[in-house]
Every structure is written in C-alpha cells, then in structure tokens.
C-alpha cells in the first residue's frame, strides 16, 4: 500500500506455508474470493485514484503462477476490502522482508 496524506508505503510478504494454520486458512479464503473475483470481471489494474488516497498493489504467487492486481482506495470493489483490511493488519507483524518476518515470529513466541 503507498499514497494517502503522508505517501506512506507498507509492504508485506505472506507465505501461507510458514504462518500459523489459522491465518493462513483466513488469508487463503480472502485470496480465493478477490481472485476469484478479478477472474470473473478480468480486471488486472484499476484506473488511479486521487493523490491522497491509498493505491494497492497485491501479487499472488502460487508456485504456478503469479497474478499481480491494482487498484486504489476508491476503485477497490466491496468483494476486495475484507482482504486489503487483512492484509494491511498482516503487514506489520509479516514485513516486506520474510527474513525479518521470521525473525519477528520467533521474538513473538
């Protein structure tokens, strides 16, 4: 997520094999429903938004295939904010840098 009043970024990295089995079933549903949802519309990017808002950008890596979408603030559809509101939360404790995330999960414990 970058952009808002500030032009604030923050990043994470998920990997649904090494989180604890409850959030990776919740993030995995949320995945399935805005990528389902992408897929039916075809929509990859959305158009921008207005400076101060956020822009999103989500990469879903599978091993298989790799799906990139954006959107901002404004154009996110309904189906999408549960997972951007997830993924936002999960961004903090799963930093950008999964070494660091690991690290993070092992002081937590």
């Known amino acids: 997520r970058t952009g808002?009043?500030?032009?604030?970024?923050?990043?994470?990295?998920?990997?649904?094999?090494?989180?604890?089995?409850?959030?990776?079933?919740?993030?995995?549903?949320?995945?399935m429903t805005a990528?389902?949802?992408?897929?039916?519309?075809?929509i990859k990017k959305?158009?921008?938004?207005s400076v101060d808002t956020f822009q999103y950008r989500l990469v879903v890596d599978d091993g298989e295939k790799r799906?990139?979408?954006?959107?901002?603030e404004e154009?996110?559809?309904d189906e999408i904010r549960p997972l951007l509101r997830h993924l936002t939360?999960?961004?903090?404790?799963?930093?950008e840098d999964p070494?660091?995330?690991s690290q993070k999960r092992r002081e937590n414990r």
């Open 67 to 72: 799906q990139e979408y954006e959107m901002t």
């Open 4 to 31: 808002g009043f500030m032009g604030m970024r923050l990043a994470g990295a998920m990997d649904t094999a090494t989180m604890p089995k409850n959030e990776a079933i919740e993030l995995q549903h949320l995945i």
């Open 46 to 49: 959305e158009p921008s938004g």
């Open 75 to 77: 154009t996110a559809p």
């Open 99 to 101: 070494e660091a995330s």
């Open 89 to 95: 939360i999960l961004s903090r404790s799963y930093p």
């Open 35 to 42: 990528t389902n949802y992408f897929a039916k519309l075809g």
